[in-house]
């Protein structure tokens, strides 16, 4: 059945290396902030960075989680990561299957 998706949420950030980006994902998910983390490899970032445009190979990791634990996410991205400033961009998912958030929720209701 699919059912509002209100307390989920898709985050989107980046990494410069599938290794560092690894080591997130398996931190996020073990602090149990992180029901799962998707590592997209082979994507070409083109940005504006202090006042330069800049080019750089990325993996992108797409964090499952829940809005209680943004904050706390955020706070662990923060200091995992090698970037001054990472990305931690929040998207909303409207709906989706009640069984998935079922295990979403569990899975993020759990401390290491």
Same mark, same amino acid.
């Given at each position: ?51 330069? +445009? ?8 797409? +964090? ?49």
């Amino acid at each position: 059945m699919i059912v509002s998706a209100q307390h989920a949420r898709l985050v989107l950030s980046t990494a410069g290396s599938r290794e560092e980006a690894e080591t997130i994902a398996e931190s996020l998910v073990e602090q149990g902030l992180a029901a799962c983390v998707n590592l997209i490899p082979g994507l070409t970032s083109i940005y504006r960075w202090q006042e330069t +445009i800049e080019r750089s190979e990325e993996v992108l990791l797409v +964090i499952k989680t829940v809005e209680s634990r943004l904050a706390a996410l955020e706070a662990a991205l923060r200091a995992l990561h090698s970037y001054e400033v990472p990305e931690f961009l929040v998207v909303i998912p409207e709906r989706s299957g009640e069984d998935y958030l079922a295990w979403l929720t569990a899975s993020t209701s759990r401390t290491k």
